[in-house]
């Protein structure tokens, strides 16, 4: 069984390969374009160098401080704790880079090749733009299986090896914690820097080639999407990978190793149905391109679903079928989890309607409106995490066999997760249409190729929505199945609950939510501090040079690459040395059962908060490109403007804050299984 | 004791209609003034009179349901639980309304008199303003104190009664839940209603009489701040005594019945204590009013601590040490509270000043500004919090005593709540000298009379803020009391615990934590929806007689009112119903424990969200208020129009949601601890 998951891993990153060289082989345009677009990856480049300089320092010291750590106060229960957790956690911090970075590589070079492709057919920019997708998601799911098989092989492939890996994925969780804080931090600084100053102060229109922040927006774009979601959700597989495997060993003495390796082959499965998903996506010229994507989405579903009664069938013996639901369940979940964020963020429901419509009496009652919808959109999700967490728990516990039913939702976070490859192909798509319309306007090409690569673009937005709610919903059943493996720790030293009405616990959770509201304070404020420092350069520019408002002289387009790099990686540090402190102060300080408290009411709060942001502002920013479309006044009316606030207010919402507090969620649950043997050497005051 | 108890309950209420008599005999100013005042009580009286007729019939329907559900299923740990129960209820119910009621009284009767009382001098404006609101503070303490210790002796006065008086508590906060939602909804949807239509679209000042919204609006300040705060404050001074009862019988072995009286005792000197406090406050003309009532707090704050000291030497014999050290952190919590919403909303220091600064670059940074603001301000509270919960409990562990800890924090939520007269004192004292200065304003009186309202006006924001820290401060620290009440309830049956690993019982905490979004989406939203009627009418109004803009025809005030009072009761209904079936359902259908976990996050979550609402709000309120005051080019400015915005998204969020969601809290946990024994009956699915 190893075998097969090293084989389809293996497979999965040469197919990987083989889409790059795909999208490397396409046409790159004329050279007008190219300029434009070797000026986003020069800019890229230099940001992601800086920003994995500084994340790969902090993650040294980490390391180190584990290793030491664990060295002072050895993990009684596992030899070599201390250098084995300190060497997974280094290879899931350089598998998230490198997830990242490619994520990165090729986004920047497919840009042109989409906006090339435009000129061509529909057809062709769409495969271009999925593909070079695909190849950020394949890599992850497909790097995160190899990681975690691999390390488990390498550290004795028995019942003991799962837990020794937790480092592995709190090493992909920390790497990717800063990678969305500081990418997200950087699109949007770029993007209410370069709106400030060019629409409102200058009323230049969006993407024009005179605003000198006009490139380091379309960096932002990739560094904050690309790079930040893919990091995201390789720790999420990671992370779910390894909980379920340390489920699995309870369920050792009924499936043996098989129920350790089950979550392995199940995402084997995942990625062939993924990879033949993003191949069979063709659309025709008058078709919408969203049915094209959403036709590979449901047969990925359809297939990953086959591939898991399969895997079930082959490792779960008499129990396939309720496995086989528990798997279904998941999937069902996720389908949901898509159809519930598009319902609260897309202009044909009633949600971002409400807001265009209240934008009408301006801006408060715009942002009363869409804040109240943001509030509102919690409550589905919740009933659907719910309703999986209920159900597959108790098709697991009609198995009759002891952990039987947290087993089944540990399935059903597998189910979910199966689709992950295809949903992070949609998700790349949106940065790199986003880039290629960018491309053409700036680069001036015909109108009709700029409708094409309009389409595309409205297209991103809906499937990059669509992602964050699977996003959140994943994140949501990765942390729940992770607790479970903390519980399996403390239990061991004789921990059997985690008490809420014990006063320490009460207070373990209260923290807990108060440091998700704080890390979102903070997340929301770097950004507007980021963004001053760019809006003081641009000002500065236009001001030395008359020039570049009249088009004769070429802005400095790199003076604000380089200080959007340096504003997000400044404003990064805080909030994320935030998330990692408070949870280990609680740990050492009130104990385990305190720590467990912070990591579950933490992560509720997270989740509700998480969707939160997302929401409002993705409604804010539909309901704005609804009253762009010709409504309630259309562009330029008073109408508008209030419904610009509303966008500008929800950006760092759902680009910054939001996306950061899924990685938050699962930081909290792989940090505190990473630290549970030495929390437990602490005992509560009482 | 209860004869102690008994007597001075009856003192203070004899003491409130003493200083109601003071209040009446005072001059009630100039015909034109007497013009406005009589339409704000009116109107005031008609909206109370609707209010609590819809009130009235809920009530009697859940007294009903109670008494069915219990006689259907009767509670074998209590003889007569049904017809107790129901009985409680309502006596809860109607004291609640009649501490609203006489509040308000009160209030619509103190504006015209401290208007002229200004005339005269500033100490005797103040004078009056400050007793009218002690009316309702000593009544409502009062009155909690003689409604508990009645029913107390009248149903046996044995260690099993305060379980059966829990219902009280719950008629307390059914009936504060709906009358501080309607309040809130009204005062919210007058002002916005009269803002945007008179301000902003016909550009005429604010209390301009030409504004068919403006008695709505005055209104709205007396039902919003002053009935809904003393059914809020009721509440929690009923439940409190309660759950400390409860704990009381806990330790029956150790004090006999001094345990679960100490509780009444320490209150009565606490209202003795707030009585003095009152009556000290005088004011010199130059002098900072704040300074006069901060002074008279902080005599109270020491005269409870000394009877505190008292009490407990009296009737916890060898540990009063300890437990007047309890006490002495819950008097030292709140006053910390206090400071730190100051810090948070007073434009001296850097929050306030951060939000006026981002104001000039559009509403949009405003907001976003306010937003992290209201974010980051959870902390210092909820770390007051722990350590009060934690310093507590240790001392009063430190007696030996089995339950001694639980006891502890018990006694510090006792020490909290002993200054609650004053405070509320405090409380009704904004809404006064907000409509003094309204009736000043409207009537035209000359410049100096208006500079002294105003004065007072702006310390009644102050101290209205103020309250509302110290509001959300004891009622977490209440809901953590009846938390323990809950789990000696549960205990009976074998519960020991609220153990958050389980699927079921963690579902509890996310319904809990959910339930709390939704409720305050559907509490933002309310106001919007009443204020859209409002605006309807201003508009129609102005449309169908040219003469009011002219001044030369009186506008129908009485038309606006009658439109908020519709608007406002129909909008409570559904966050109203919401937030009572939910915890029932999941009782019902997941059982005791997980309704457990839903009371508990649920309350984290709302304490957290509370903070979050009414900081940002008066963030964003003073912001505006700092701007007026010439600062980043002071009124009509642009930076000016961006701080309006803010000020208009904060209203509905401090005003409404906010206060709403601090009664919320603790129905969560008088509601759980009636229905506590039919959980019981139920049995979780797994």
Redesign the interface.
Known sequence: MLLLVFGVSIFGLLFAFFLTKYVLRQDTGKPEMRVISDAIREGANAFMKRQYTTIAVLSVVVAILIFVLYSIFPNADYPDYAWKTAVSFIAGAVCSGIAGFVGMYVSVRANIRVASGAMTSLDKALKIALRGGAVSGLLVVAMSLLGVAGLFTLFGGNETTPLMIVGFAFGASFVALFAQLGGGIYTKAADVGAD?VGK?EKGIPEDDPRNPAVIADLVGDNVGDCAGRGADLFESTAAENIGAMILGIALFPVFGMNGILFPLVARSFGIIASIIGVMIVKCREDQDPMDALNRGYYVTAVLAAIGFGAATYLMLKEFWVQYTLAGLIGIVASVAFGQITQYYTEHRYRSVKSIAE?SQ?????N???G??????S??LP?IV??LA??GS??IG?TTGVANG??FG?AVATMGMLSTAAYILAMDNFGPITDNAGGIIEMSKQPEEIRKKTDRLDAVGNTTKALTKGYAVGSAALAA?LL??AY?EEIGKAGI?????????V??G???G??VV??F???A??A??KAAYYI?NDVRRQFKADKGIMEGTSKPDYASCVDIATKGALKEMILPGVLAITVPILVGVALGAEAA??FL??GT??G??MAL?LNTAGGAWDNAKKFIETGEYGGKGSDTHKAA??GD??GD?FKDTAGPSLHVLIKLFSTLTLVLVSLFLMFKP??
Chains 1, 2 share one sequence.
Request: glycine letters at 10%; one cysteine or more.
């Open positions: 400030l409102v209240a009496t301006g801006a408060a009652t942002i009363i409106t804040f109240a919808v943001g509030l509102e919690v409550g919740v995490i719910s967490l209920i728990y108790w516990s039913g947290i939702t729940f607790f479970s519980m059997t609950g985690i008490d809420l009405s014990k006063p320490i009460f207070i959770g209260l923290l939510a108060t509201f704080l979102s304070s903070l929301i404020r950004v507007g809006i467990g408290s579950m009411v509720i709060c989740v509700l939160l610009v606030v500008t207010v760092p005051p009482f």
